[in-house]
């Protein structure tokens, strides 16, 4: 009878523990295999990027995702008198797991650090507010 007790005890220790996990952060540490977002850094204010970071956590990836899915994109030529600070793609893969597509992006930080500005390379332009520009440079570079 007590053999049966703990047996029942720990199986139910188990599933709480489970469902537990299930609900936590720790789904959001699970690695995605279907897109990712991959960054370049200029190097010392040239034309010239070398890789920086590569992020596959899918939260953060679907997070980056929607921030610039979102974006109040605006189809105006613009110049910025220096060169993108980042650049940042999201390779997507197709059904047979070849990439199939890759939405690419420059970046720059605006002089207050607060704000930063993406260019497409066809052509469309955003500033994002404050709170999105904080949480895709924070996603983007894993920097504060």
Known sequence: M????????AII????????????????????????????KQIAES???????????????????????????TSIK???SRYPDYKFQFPF???????DKIASYSLWVNSNGKKIEIVTDSGKYVELN?????????ILTEES
């Open 47 to 73: 034309e010239n990027y070398e890789d920086f970071n590569e992020i596959t956590y899918e939260n953060k990836v679907q997070k980056a995702i929607k921030i610039v899915k979102n974006a109040g994109w």
């Open 2 to 9: 007590r053999l049966k007790k703990f047996l029942f005890t």
């Open 93 to 99: 893969k197709s059904r047979n797991g070849s990439e």
């Open 78 to 80: 613009v110049e910025l």
């Open 13 to 40: 220790a188990f599933c709480l523990l489970m469902t537990g996990c299930s609900n936590s952060d720790f789904n959001n540490l699970v690695k995605s295999t279907d897109q990712k977002i991959t960054v370049q």
């Open 130 to 138: 404050e709170q999105e520009s904080k949480v895709l440079y924070k």
